[in-house]
């Protein structure tokens, strides 16, 4: 009887490890969410950004300029997650469903709500390059679709989803996570300023 207890703990501990799941909840998962949510944000805001000043620039329409910003987003969000992984010797063919599973859901909820938010501002797909107005909406957007990702990313690395996948290879790369989280709370605070400021003058 006590050997039967003994081998189902130590079957339920190589499943618990195995699955996927991460073996402690609670702050653990928390802290390592916010390191998915800022790895993913860091790539959507190097696509979003990339892609809103350059249809901004060349006056594309809203819809067309919107679509370049959500490609490239995807583009960059792939990208930083399969370089660690392909300088580590992983070959592309593994690489390729591991990115897909891990940054896909993440991104698509973040593209839906930062491009949202800019579409709701007044002016601010209107609003040229030089306009505080411009970076002050993207900035916001964009910490406002990270934090709504954030809990989209634990319930799925909960479940040994999301960048479960990513964790499982062991390989970390990428930007820092406290380099990240720094530019996210600095990319808040400006774009507030701006949007308080631009409130009251408008």
Known sequence: MEAAATRRQHDDHHHHHHD????????????????ATL?????????????VAIGTALGWSDFTTIALAVALAFLFGYS????PLLRAGLAVG???????ASDTLSIAVME?????IIL?????MEAGLDAPLFWGSLAVALVLAGIVAFP???????RGKGHAAVHETGVHGGPSPRLVGIIVVLAAVFGTTVLIVEAFNG
């Open 152 to 158: 989209v990313n634990r319930w799925l690395i909960a």
């Open 80 to 83: 930083l997650t399969s370089l």
């Open 94 to 100: 593994a690489v390729i469903p591991i990115a897909f």
């Open 112 to 116: 839906f709500v930062d491009n949202a």
């Open 20 to 35: 996927g799941r991460l073996p402690t909840p609670g702050r653990a998962l928390d802290v390592f969410a916010l390191s």
């Open 120 to 124: 709701v501002i007044p002016g601010a």
């Open 39 to 51: 790895h993913c944000l860091t790539g959507c805001a190097i696509g979003e950004v990339a892609g």
